[in-house]
């Protein structure tokens, strides 16, 4: 017996013959909007509660063990038209971050069109920052 025929056997009310189409057409678009109603409070939850990650940042006190070393290793990958724009900004990100929490930042940086790139990401080369056109 499918999901569906289990969920129709349990409302009785359905099963019911309607009195009239008008009875019919507005008990299913009571139901309809009461199950959407139903969906987006779920959804509004979910999406609201703390969830655990496995992101290793998000530890108390909001830094990586390799962070609390004093080293930081970071991964980008972008597209090939923002590397001049990247070692133009990484250079005073690095010098910047190490006078504000004296931690040394290195990167680890890989440029290719945005489509291989993207592709790269999808089939699991780990990122901390993508920059994708």
């Given at each position: 017996m499918s999901p569906?025929?289990?969920l129709t056997q349990h409302l009785h009310w359905?099963?019911?013959?309607?009195?009239?189409?008008n009875q019919s057409f507005t008990a299913l678009k009571?139901?309809?909007s009461l199950f959407l109603?139903?969906?987006?409070?779920?959804l509004?939850?979910?999406?609201?509660?703390?969830?655990?990650t496995n992101n290793p940042a998000a530890t108390p006190g909001g830094a990586s063990p390799a962070a609390n070393k004093g080293n930081i290793e970071l991964t980008l990958v972008s597209f090939a038209v923002t590397k001049a724009a990247h070692e133009a900004i990484i250079p005073k990100f690095v010098e910047q971050w190490q006078k504000e929490k004296g931690q040394t930042v290195s990167f680890n940086q890989s440029y290719g069109g945005s489509g291989s790139q993207t592709r790269a990401v999808i089939d699991g080369l780990e990122a901390d920052i993508v920059h994708l056109a």
């Open positions: 569906w025929q289990r359905l099963q019911q013959p309607p009195a009239s189409t009571r139901f309809v109603v139903g969906i987006t409070l779920s509004a939850v979910a999406s609201c509660g703390q969830g655990t």
